[in-house]
Nanobody
Framework: QVQVVESGGGLVQAGGSLRLSCVAS????????MGWYRQAPGKEREFVAY?????????SESVEDRFTITRDSNNARNTVVLQMTSLKPEDTGVYYC??????????????WGQGTQVTVSS
């Protein structure tokens, strides 16, 4: 099993920046990608970005020019950091870290964090 814990998030004005961090523990050898999804009130959970263990990245069109996904400063395989800049009110939501077996897919073998709130005020 894999446990996933997020940190970061909070309240920021439009145009500001926030940093989300995520650490996975347990059977991390089974993880081939780590990334982020978000869910706004009344909406379905949507893909934000992921990074594969090989270093490839993918972003949703709505964030690809503003968000950057990397590992932490120690380049630890079981970590992922989402640096968010030029934030917009529509970026508001609960952000979930996702540890995946298959990059870009959600399967029953994946693990999720508890979620962290990001609120962008206009």
């Amino acid at each position: 099993q894999v446990q996933v814990v997020e940190s970061g998030g909070g309240l920021v004005q439009a145009g500001g920046s926030l940093r989300l961090s995520c650490v996975a523990s347990g059977s991390i050898f089974s993880i081939n990608a780590m990334g982020w999804y978000r869910q706004a009130p009344g909406k379905e959970r949507e893909f934000v970005a992921y990074r594969t263990s090989g270093g490839s990245t993918s972003y949703s069109e709505s964030v690809e020019d503003r968000f950057t996904i990397t590992r932490d400063s120690n380049n630890a395989r079981n970590t992922v950091v989402l640096q968010m800049t030029s934030l917009k009110p529509e970026d508001t939501g609960v952000y979930y870290c996702h540890a995946a077996r298959v990059p870009g897919l959600i399967t029953e073998y994946d693990s999720w964090g508890q979620g962290t709130q990001v609120t962008v005020s206009s």
